[in-house]
T-cell receptor, first 114, second 112 residues
Framework: DVKVTQSSRYLVKRTGEKVFLECVQD?????MFWYRQDPGLGLRLIYF???????EKGDIPEGYSVSREKKERFSLILESASTNQTSMYLC?????????????FGPGTRLTVT | DAKTTQPTSMDCAEGRAANLPCNHS???????VYWYRQIHSQGPQYIIH???NNETNEMASLIITEDRKSSTLILPHATLRDTAVYYC?????????????FGKGTTLSVSS
């Protein structure tokens, strides 16, 4: 059974703190993604990675950075948390190569910044 | 990626078939139709996808019209646990690192 896990389901942090969100997949997928989901705005892509140590900005990368040192792990970092980063954060992974494919999502981390 | 149109909400009685429509009139020949769902407070879950032939798996069936401008996701015997937001997405075959674009989807409510 394919699996994407995220380090926390719920997280509460203070403004200005550095926040690490971890994501691990066990499917040997090349691609990994970080989205945030907000009411009325749907899912928005923050960053993605198509290989170890490779990363690309998504639609809303400001205020975030990522790290992918190992194929199975993709970390999202909030350098200095702000209240407008309160959101649901979703990690996903997919295999690479031609042909149709699907993304597998983790359970999400609901982050509250106070 | 082509745009999709789905009804905002639908209701279904438990045990009955749930038929969720999706319009994608501008779909290109190399674009697939994907369906995902998101149960409250969980991550999206892949359901099924297809190009032009009808598809079936253990979760659902996907019916794509011959002109490919619309499709229907069928949950043959809906249960209360099928209550979720259902997203229809059209996109080309894998392009490394490209994100899925989720619209507002259809909120399906299954009641007993």
């Amino acid at each position: 059974d394919v699996k994407v896990t995220q380090s926390s389901r719920y997280l509460v942090k203070r403004t200005g703190e550095k926040v690490f969100l971890e994501c691990v997949q066990d499917m040997d997928h090349e691609n990994m993604f970080w989205y945030r989901q907000d009411p009325g705005l749907g899912l928005r892509l923050i960053y993605f990675s198509y290989d170890v140590k490779m990363k690309e900005k998504g639609d809303i990368p400001e205020g975030y950075s990522v790290s992918r040192e190992k194929k199975e792990r993709f970390s999202l970092i909030l350098e200095s948390a702000s209240t407008n980063q309160t959101s649901m954060y979703l990690c996903a992974s997919s295999r690479d190569g031609m042909g149709s494919y699907e993304q597998y999502f983790g359970p999400g981390t609901r982050l509250t910044v106070t | 990626d082509a745009k999709t149109t789905q009804p905002t909400s639908m209701d279904c009685a438990e045990g009955r078939a749930a038929n969720l429509p999706c319009n994608h009139s501008t779909i290109s020949g190399n674009e697939y139709v994907y369906w995902y769902r998101q149960i409250h407070s969980q991550g999206p879950q892949y359901i099924i996808h297809g190009l032009k032939n009808n598809e079936t798996n253990e979760m659902a069936s996907l019916i794509i019209t011959e002109d490919r401008k619309s499709s229907t996701l069928i949950l043959p015997h809906a249960t209360l646990r099928d209550t979720a937001v259902y997203y229809c997405i059209v996109r080309v075959a894998n392009q490394a690192g490209t994100a899925l674009i989720f619209g507002k989807g259809t909120t399906l409510s299954v009641s007993s």
